[in-house]
């Protein structure tokens, strides 16, 4: 599993966990966790994804990588 797969994997655990919540409830009866996931790290590999969101700033902590674009952006490569 590369770097990129590992991330989406995580967003995907912090993403099922955030839309079982009812702020995320909106957001969970329109898109699932997976896509969700898959599109926001395949948005954040060429860079025109945007980083800010409790699941990201999540699946960097639990993965150990800074919060900043630049350090996601060197996990991802």
């Known amino acids: 599993m590369n770097n990129s797969q590992k991330f989406?994997?995580?967003?995907?655990?912090?993403?099922?966990?955030?839309?079982?919540?009812?702020?995320?409830?909106?957001?969970?009866?329109?898109?699932?966790?997976?896509?969700?996931?898959?599109k926001l790290?395949?948005?954040?590999?060429?860079?025109?994804?945007?980083?800010?969101g409790e699941g990201i700033e999540n699946t960097c902590k639990a993965l150990g990588i800074q919060y900043t674009y630049k350090a996601i952006a060197a996990f991802l490569s």
């Open 41 to 52: 790290t395949a948005g954040l590999v060429i860079g025109i994804a945007s980083k800010e």
């Open 8 to 38: 989406q994997a995580e967003l995907t655990v912090q993403y099922t966990r955030l839309f079982a919540t009812p702020e995320y409830a909106m957001e969970a009866a329109r898109i699932t966790p997976e896509s969700l996931a898959e």
